[in-house]
């Protein structure tokens, strides 16, 4: 097919303004199918990670929203007793936005020495000292500080907190890049508050080969006795639950992805039908010097391909830009999703377009392979 | 043996309630070097016979052998490379691919054959040497008058070093002085290069550069006497 290149590459430029259109349209739509895909894969991450799978939240009974949470700190004493039990981390949590959103901040509040010994956080800049030692300080997510253009040494006031910027740090759970870490004495004190031994969750890390579903029901029910009731989930669960309206909305969304797909499919097939009705005689022409009608096919398929796979390197491209660029993620009840670019959904983005691609260029190919000569020739 | 052997060939087509046969029962013979014209009215069957013998088109009955190749028993894909091959076609609208260039359209059949990059240039500059167009190689067709489109299409043909070149009535779009030009290359490639031509026109002018005259009457071929008449095109070059 090489030799063929200048032929293929000189008939898309023939109507250039038709090829460009149907490129940009392809661009789009495998943008938009890629950004959607990164919403998916935050979500899939969010609850399926290993993270998610074999760590705790203990919140309080029917609460939803952190805000309503209220749960002893003493409660950390009685649940590090029971077996199975490695770690257990109290956390206060303060959102700016109880609802779905598009910029939400959380701060979470813990005790500094357990933050560093149960996340594996990595300082981009700032320290764990300075963390320590500043009542205000905090540790933010690299998202939210790309977000919000904020690095070591910057004071920012949000609601009704202030704090300052010890450090800026990367996880490799990717929606913890949109919290930002604080103490939980600072998040107990915090102005018009007297949240003093209250705490939003817990988070229990389990030892390795403890069942989290059974160790759950022995947290609750240890509880049951306590001043409040509480609900143990798996991490991942307690997330998908929180965020139960979204997931719906991004169960919609997958369907978008697949629309778009069918877009780019029906916009590159329109392109090559129109561009094959074109050249029907042509097609006879190339019969009739010596090309095999299995060969015109291919030449038609690689058209339809050339076009697809254009749109779709660029379409990929500008989303995966766009993606590492923004630190963008939506939320809701102090959870966030993140949207990250990643290999996977480039390598789909692609796949997508190549065989999107083939499939777009088959019936017009067919349609030229099957030129009748004579009739095509007199046209 | 002859180039090529045509036997008790037949065509026929519906138009409609009617059923037209514009060839009963052909035989005809060509051998190695002819220059054969073909004439007859529009309509007669000079194309479709130029067709079959092409590949193009299939007949109802009737064998096709060329250079011993039974034509009329392959399949499209089989015919195509038997075409790559074996054949030049020169059509009369010339049918020029608009957005390659004089030598790309000239390269198209070449691309086909198993040459290597060198020979596959050599023997496209040697088409257009051939037809006197060099100068002209890098020119798209729509920067071409009628009658260097016409001769690249010739180059075209003949780039394969072909067993039979055919051409459907290659000057019927062309004005009297350039059409003069076409007749006398052809019967310089016949003449000069030895190849065997089939010459389909309705002209008798032109059919009068061919050695041999053809004339298809009611679905038959007429073989017209020798005439002193035929023009010495080969000298005229």
């Not at chain 1, 996880?171 to 949240?195: D, K, W, Y």
């Not at chain 1, 697949?258 to 190339?286: N, P, W, Y």
């Amino acid at each position: 097919m090489l030799p063929f290149a200048p032929y293929v590459i000189k008939s898309l430029w023939r109507h250039r303004a038709r090829t460009i259109l149907t490129v940009s349209g392809a661009a789009v739509a495998i943008f938009v199918f890629c950004f959607v895909g990164s919403v998916q894969e935050g979500m899939d991450r969010l609850t399926n990670s290993e993270d998610a799978k074999q760590t705790l939240i203990v919140f309080q009974e029917n609460r939803f929203c952190p805000a309503s949470s209220r749960l002893p700190e003493d409660y950390v004493r009685r649940i590090r007793e029971l077996p199975g039990v490695k770690e257990v981390v109290p956390i206060q949590v303060w959102t700016n936005n109880c609802r779905a959103s598009l910029d939400i901040v959380v701060f979470n509040g813990a005790p500094p020495t357990k933050l560093r010994q149960t996340r594996d956080l990595k300082l981009l800049s700032g320290s764990w000292e300075d963390f320590g030692a500043r009542r205000d300080a905090a540790l933010i997510g690299k998202a939210v500080a790309q977000r919000r253009k904020l690095s070591v040494g910057d004071q920012f006031t949000i609601g009704d907190l202030s704090v300052k910027v010890a450090g800026v740090f990367a996880s490799p759970i990717a929606a913890e890049e949109n919290i930002i870490f604080t103490s939980l004495e600072f998040m107990q004190l915090r102005r018009g508050q007297s949240l003093a031994g209250l705490v939003t969750q817990l988070e229990v890390a389990l030892d390795p080969n403890t069942d989290p579903d059974a160790l759950a029901k022995t947290i609750d029910q240890t509880l049951r006795a306590g001043p409040v009731a509480t609900t143990t989930r798996r991490k991942g669960a307690f997330q998908a639950s929180t965020l139960a309206d979204l997931v719906d909305l991004i169960g919609f969304a997958h369907w978008l992805g697949f629309a778009c797909i069918g877009l780019v499919l029906s916009l590159v097939a329109t392109t090559t039908v129109m561009s094959v009705q074109d050249r029907i005689k042509e097609h006879a022409v190339l019969q009739t010097l010596g090309l095999r009608p299995a060969r015109v096919f291919r030449l038609v398929v690689v058209e339809s391909v050339i076009m697809c796979t254009i749109g779709g390197l660029a379409g990929t491209t500008i989303a995966i830009a766009i993606l590492a660029w923004s630190g963008l993620s939506v939320g809701a009840e102090g959870v966030t999703i993140a949207f990250r670019p990643s290999w996977t959904l480039a390598s789909i983005g692609i796949g997508i377009s190549l065989s999107v691609g083939v499939a777009a260029g088959v019936i017009p190919a067919l349609q030229a392979a099957r030129t009748q000569i004579v009739t095509a020739l007199r046209a | 043996m002859s180039l090529v052997e045509i036997r008790g060939l037949s065509k026929s087509f519906r138009k409609g309630d009617e059923t037209i046969s514009p060839l009963v029962d052909v035989d005809l013979d060509i051998e190695q070097g002819d220059f054969v014209s073909l004439m007859g009215p529009s309509g007669t069957g000079k194309s479709t016979l130029l067709n079959l013998i092409a590949g193009i088109d299939r007949p109802i009955a009737g064998t096709i052998k060329v250079a011993g190749t039974e034509v009329t028993s392959k399949s499209r894909g089989q015919l195509a490379d038997w075409r790559a091959a074996n054949l030049g076609y020169i059509f009369q609208t010339h049918n020029l691919i608009p957005v390659l260039t004089a030598y790309e359209n000239v390269e198209l059949p070449a691309l086909l054959l198993p040459l290597s990059r060198s020979d596959r240039h050599k023997r496209v500059l040697t088409a257009l040497e051939a037809v006197n167009l060099l100068d002209r190689a890098n020119h798209y067709p729509r920067q071409l008058s009628g009658g260097q489109e016409q001769r690249v299409g010739i180059a075209r043909a003949i780039v394969a070093n072909p067993t039979i070149v055919v051409a459907d009535e290659p000057t019927g779009s062309l004005d009297a002085e350039t059409s003069e030009q076409i007749q006398v290359l052809l019967g310089r490639l016949n003449h000069e290069l030895g190849m065997t031509m089939l010459l389909v026109t309705h002209d008798p002018n032109v059919a009068s550069i061919a050695g041999r005259k053809l004339r298809l009457d009611r679905g038959r071929i007429i073989e017209l006497p020798k005439s002193d008449s035929i023009r010495k095109i080969g000298a005229a070059g």
